[in-house]
């Protein structure tokens, strides 16, 4: 297939607020600096969905989604030295140029490489074009990634070689949600042990959240979800208190700084991307120190607000993009640690599908409340 098109089936999105459509795509073979990758297992994230749903400003139709998945490297286009035919790679939405003139790059402060994100944005490929039609008509890629097919072409610098040993329907919770909760907690909060946390939104990000909080010793976790359905999970997880905020009459952030804690928790963390649950985290931030950290991704034309007191106070507002991993360094060290048992992952899948025509019923499954990650095998 080396140099040649590959007709495979994929989940195209023909529209927004539509279902996914299986269909016969072409997929170019990859050019200068690309790789194709054959797609084992796609996880699903909310962010699918929300792109799906026409919340995000940037989401572009007809397209292919997907961005979490455990691929297979089949081709390589010139110049691509770093993976080979066989690789185990994770597509990596925040990729990693390490190009010398990438002051990015080159900073510990951030993994926000900035090479490539403007084609990104755009749905193409880097050189401004698509991998990818369906009968004749070119689709849009998604998040440099475009896994919700058997199929995708994506730069180098966004894959992640990872150990063969790693089952990929494991590895592709690694592509995006499990990753970011983890270094959301661990690399832009930096959690200490003895700390109080409150985490907003118990799906498979907030999860992770608790997960690398309790793995860095924190003393008090608080999770926050209207979905009661979730407390199960997140107490085996490590959350030591549970609040429903539909089960108050006062806003949220009474009960958690005023009656759980007197000052507020050292670290918040909004995993919903509902701009009235930022605010509320925000302001269960401690007095004079505490972080809160925005991982959830608002809808478009949402803004922020709180009374800049709160700041004056000493709280500080921060936000994750990928929990801060720089991706090619850090995904396979994270991979080694799940495979040596310090970062259990079995436990976030909780429904697994087979085929690309099942993908419609991973999205349905995500929405349905008893979810955390959704793997569809392809
Ligand atoms: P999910 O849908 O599985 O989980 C969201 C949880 O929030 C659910 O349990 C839901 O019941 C709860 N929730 C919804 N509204 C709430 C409210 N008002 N108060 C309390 N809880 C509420 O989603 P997920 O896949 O875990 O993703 C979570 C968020 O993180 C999404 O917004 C997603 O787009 C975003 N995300 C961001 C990054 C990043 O790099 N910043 C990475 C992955 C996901
Ligand atoms: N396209 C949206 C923003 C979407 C967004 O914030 N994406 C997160 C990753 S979500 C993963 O599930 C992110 O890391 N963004 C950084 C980036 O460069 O996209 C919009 O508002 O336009
Ligand atoms: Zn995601």
Redo the contacts with the bound molecule.
Sequence with gaps: TQGKQIECKAAVAWGPKEPLVTETITVDPPKAGEVRVKVVANAL???D??TLEGSDPEGLFPCVLGHEAGTIVESVGPGVTSVKPGDHVIPCYTPQCNRPECIFCASPKTNLCPTIRGTQGAGMMPDGTSRMTCKGKPLYHFMGCSTFSEYTVIAEISAAKINKAMPLEKASLFG??IA?GLGAAWNTVNVQAGQSVAV???????LSVVQACKLAGASMIIG????PD?FKAAADFGCTHFVN?ADYDKPVQQVIAGDLTKWGCDATFD????V??MRSALECAHRGWGQSCV???AAAGKEIATRPFQLVTGRRWC?????GWKSRAQVPVLIERSLNGEIPVDSYVTHVFDGVDKTNDAVDA?HG?N??RAVVRY
């Design positions: 994230c909310h962010t969905i929300y995006c949600g970011t907003f939104g118990l799906g498979a990000v907030g926050v979800d209207l979905n979730k905020p995993c919903t991307g509902n009235e649950v991982i959830g991704v936000g994750t993009a990928f929990g995500l409340g979810c955390l």
